[in-house]
């Protein structure tokens, strides 16, 4: 059985520092048996980042379509994530102290770093683009870790695509989303997803490995990757540049 000071190991070995920001996408039985459980893993996660650093993870809200008349309506710290493991689900009730005021793409988090990351998500707009946390993550020289788990699930892609000038997995109108925060609703307008379609960007893997923009590694018995955020939505905004479909493997956009 995996310690905590295994999953520890692990974590550093991927070149995790105290004072980093990391967004993490994981599936918890992927690592195994674990001593401690889900909570090790996630204390093990603090361990090396914080207080300095911030330690991030998804909570996404996406359970159908939305339109102009029919928003959605999003209870940040209520209700339970959705599809993205027991480690998200578990620290949003347990360790996130910060939220991101958005409908459908919010981001939760802890560490000192965290509210700067985190702030103004509902000024942006867009769900993930320039001015989001997941930009801003990047920007400030953050970092994404797959933890069992591919970049099918890197919600940081969508901060490339975003900066395109026809981002065709967002609606075309803007829609008034409400969040619910503290027993207070804010009213947050944006461009939200439409997924008409189902990208793949593990193509990037080599290239991003060949720049030193990924690392691989292992939580127990969970392929793990740690991507520099910022070298990784550049080189999928090449990528967009140079071919629009280039993720999209034979679907037409």
């Excluded at 459980?37 to 911030?54: F, K, R, S, T, Y």
């Excluded at 359970?63 to 578990?90: C, K, S, W």
């Excluded at 008034?176 to 947050?188: F, K, N, S, Y």
């Excluded at 307008?189 to 720049?211: A, G, I, K, M, T």
Aim: aromatic residues 8%; charged residues 20%; negative net charge.
């Amino acid at each position: 059985m995996l310690s905590k000071h295994d999953v520890h190991a692990g974590i550093q070995a991927l070149g995790l520092e105290r004072g980093d920001s990391v967004v993490v996408h994981s599936s918890y039985k992927s690592i195994g048996p674990v001593d401690g459980g889900p909570v090790a893993v996630i204390d093990a996660l603090a361990d090396v980042l914080l207080p300095e650093g911030a330690l991030l993870f998804p909570n996404l809200y996406i359970p159908h379509g939305f339109t102009v008349d029919d928003p959605p309506r999003f209870d940040l710290r209520g209700e339970h994530v959705r599809n993205l493991g027991i480690l998200a689900d578990l620290f949003k009730f347990h360790y996130a102290t910060h939220f991101s005021l958005h409908p459908t793409h919010s981001l939760m988090g802890t560490g000192d770093r965290a509210a700067a990351i985190l702030a103004d998500h509902d000024k942006a707009g867009r769900p993930c683009g320039l001015g989001t946390p997941w930009s801003k993550n990047a920007l400030q020289g953050g970092k994404v870790l797959l933890v069992g788990v591919d970049q099918r699930v890197n919600t940081t892609y969508h901060a490339a695509e975003e900066q395109m000038d026809d981002p065709y997995q967002l609606t075309e109108d803007v829609i008034a989303g409400i969040v619910i925060i503290d027993d207070r609703e804010h009213v947050v307008p944006s461009r939200l997803h439409v997924w008409r379609y189902h990208p793949d960007f593990n193509v990037l893997n080599p290239e991003l490995q060949v720049l030193g923009f990924l690392r691989w590694g292992r939580i127990g018995q969970a392929t793990t990757i740690c991507l520099d955020a910022k070298g990784f939505i550049d080189l999928a905004l090449e990528k967009l540049k140079q071919d629009r479909g280039y993720f999209l493997e034979g679907q037409a956009v």
